[in-house]
T-cell receptor, first 114, second 116 residues
Framework: DGGITQSPKYLFRKEGQNVTLSCEQNLNHDAMYWYRQDPGQGLRLIYYSQIVNDFQKGDIAEGYSVSREKKESFPLTVTSAQKNPTAFYLC?????WGAGTEAFFGQGTRLTVV | AQTVTQSQPEMSVQEAETVTLSCTYDTSENNYYLFWYKQPPSRQMILVIRQEAYKQQNATENRFSVNFQKAAKSFSLKISDSQLGDTAMYFCAFMKPRNAGNMLTFGGGTRLMVKP
């Protein structure tokens, strides 16, 4: 079945550690996105990528990094510079330049700092 | 920058009744897209309905319909014949025009509870 797979579903991080969240899609979509969701709030854009080997900062990129070496994969690293990383992270993909095309979402990763 | 506001943090409705969720947005763009996404307890984001700003006709998808008022920058979602499975968070979202990519700006969400 086509879709977006995020792993792990739950992730615990110690203070000062970097962690990487995985996002893989088999929809043949060019564009991929990372969003952060905090309790009682909507989703906020962290990073996005329109094509392989290219990505752009979103609204809250500080403390995060990404790579896009393959079309199917868009991993997100939460670095120790992110002061408040505990949140729910959602990865999405879409056809890149089609006007108003739907974004498909993964099932998310819940990150907790312990 | 675009902003999306959902003024109802929580709502409830009896099964089989109709409920309307509100959304307003602020933009200087003339051509854009609006979406309603549903996030059930599983937290999987699911597209409910989409509206193109250049279309005056309101979008409908089965029991879901929108009231799009472009001049007022309002985009409400009406759910008819509410079902228990409609219990979820609902997010209104704005999409920039095509040349700026397909990034979504989300509202804060409305938690809808459908009661038996």
């Amino acid at each position: 079945d086509g879709g977006i797979t995020q792993s792990p579903k739950y992730l615990f991080r110690k203070e000062g550690q970097n962690v990487t969240l995985s996002c893989e899609q088999n929809l043949n979509h060019d564009a991929m996105y990372w969003y952060r969701q905090d309790p009682g709030q909507g989703l906020r854009l962290i990073y996005y990528s329109q094509i392989v080997n290219d990505f752009q900062k979103g609204d809250i990129a500080e403390g995060y990094s990404v790579s896009r070496e393959k079309k199917e994969s868009f991993p997100l690293t939460v670095t120790s510079a992110q002061k408040n990383p505990t949140a729910f992270y959602l990865c999405a993909s879409s056809i890149s330049w089609g006007a108003g095309t739907e974004a498909f979402f993964g099932q998310g990763t819940r990150l907790t700092v312990v | 920058a675009q902003t999306v506001t959902q003024s109802q943090p929580e709502m409830s409705v009896q099964e089989a009744e109709t409920v309307t969720l509100s959304c307003t947005y602020d933009t200087s763009e003339n051509n854009y897209y609006l979406f309603w996404y549903k996030q059930p307890p599983s937290r999987q984001m699911i597209l409910v309905i989409r509206q193109e700003a250049y279309k005056q006709q309101n979008a409908t998808e089965n029991r879901f319909s929108v009231n799009f008022q472009k001049a007022a920058k309002s985009f409400s979602l009406k759910i008819s014949d509410s079902q228990l499975g409609d219990t979820a968070m609902y997010f209104c979202a704005f999409m920039k025009p095509r040349n700026a990519g397909n990034m979504l700006t989300f509202g804060g969400g409305t938690r809808l509870m459908v009661k038996p």
